[in-house]
């Protein structure tokens, strides 16, 4: 397999009536947007990071593109019917996971983490691996890739809750291995250029870093477990007025334990795009806070 540096861009879907199974917008969408491609460019996986808040409901999508494909299809992709007429998708947010940018915010983001942690996780679907659960010996290609980043302690395939997962836990000797292979893969897509059917085969990553033993007893996936997080508290900012044009604009905007930190504004590098000439370029920032006494959320706008 391969590591696909994909352009990571995130639909709001908002059901025109009753809420419809994910399943069928998934594959609705994929096909419309597949439709938008150039030859050559293509979509290399598609995830659900929320189950649903207020009718809507968030699609990330990695692309094998251009950035310029990227930014064409944010642009067209504002209030977008789609042809079943079941929901509206608006693109809000896009990023590049090649970019120099990138790389400046995961090494951020794991300088502020503990040098102690040496268990590392990766989710892998079950139809790549034959055996599980199954000790991993050093010739392993799943051992071996991790032994790209440092000398590994164990490592072991474990099964899921959901039986199309399978996880990948590593133990390695140092903390320094854990963090750097998080750093090579988040954000990023597993690929594999052909596979038995002699389709392309990705899997966008779902990685984290921990104590290893807790890593092996865990039996949720990562997304089921921000799932939970999300359900435990939170905002949704929704779009009001009738003077206002949805198409600038997300229909809402999902402040939750997973997306604690927001920042709004005109930029294209914001988690939230408003292309308005009132609004600056990094216009405010939410910040989610959990309250000490009570154990409620508050909601600060610098």
Not at 293 to 299: D, E, I, K, N, Y
């Amino acid at each position: 397999f391969q590591v696909l540096a994909a352009c990571v861009g995130d639909l709001e879907v908002t059901f025109s009536g009753d809420r419809q199974p994910l399943e069928n917008l998934h594959f609705e969408i994929n096909n419309e947007i597949s439709a938008d491609l150039p030859p050559g460019e293509f979509i290399a996986g598609l995830l659900w990071v929320d189950d649903g808040y207020g009718g809507s409901c968030r699609l990330r999508l990695f692309l094998k593109c251009e950035w310029d494909t990227g930014l064409r299809l944010r642009h067209s992709w504002q209030r977008r019917v789609l042809r079943s007429k079941l929901a509206i998708a608006s693109w809000v947010t896009l990023y590049d996971t090649a970019s120099a940018e990138h790389t400046e915010s995961v090494s951020a983001m794991v300088a502020t983490w503990p040098r102690t942690e040496c268990g590392f996780a990766l989710e892998l679907p079950r139809r790549w691996v034959q055996e599980v659960p199954q000790h991993l010996t050093v010739d392993n290609h799943w051992c071996e890739f991790a032994r790209l980043f440092g000398d590994v302690v164990r490592a072991e395939l474990r099964p899921m809750e959901d039986p199309d997962v399978v996880r990948l836990v590593v133990h390695f000797y140092s903390a320094h291995a854990a963090l750097a292979i998080f750093q090579g893969l988040t954000r990023r897509v597993l690929f594999s250029p052909v596979n038995a059917d002699n389709r392309f085969d990705a899997h966008p990553v779902a990685c984290t870093v921990g104590h290893y033993e807790e890593l092996w007893s865990e039996r949720r996936t990562l997304q089921q477990q921000m799932l939970q997080k999300q359900q435990e508290g939170g905002f949704v900012l929704h779009l009001c007025g009738s003077g206002t044009n949805q198409a600038f604009c997300p229909l809402a905007i999902h402040v939750t334990p997973a997306r604690w930190r927001l920042v709004v504004g005109r930029e294209e590098g914001c988690d939230v795009v408003m292309r308005r000439n009132h609004v600056s370029k990094a216009h405010a920032t939410l910040t989610l806070q959990r309250r000490q006494q009570s154990g409620g959320w508050s909601l600060t706008v610098e």
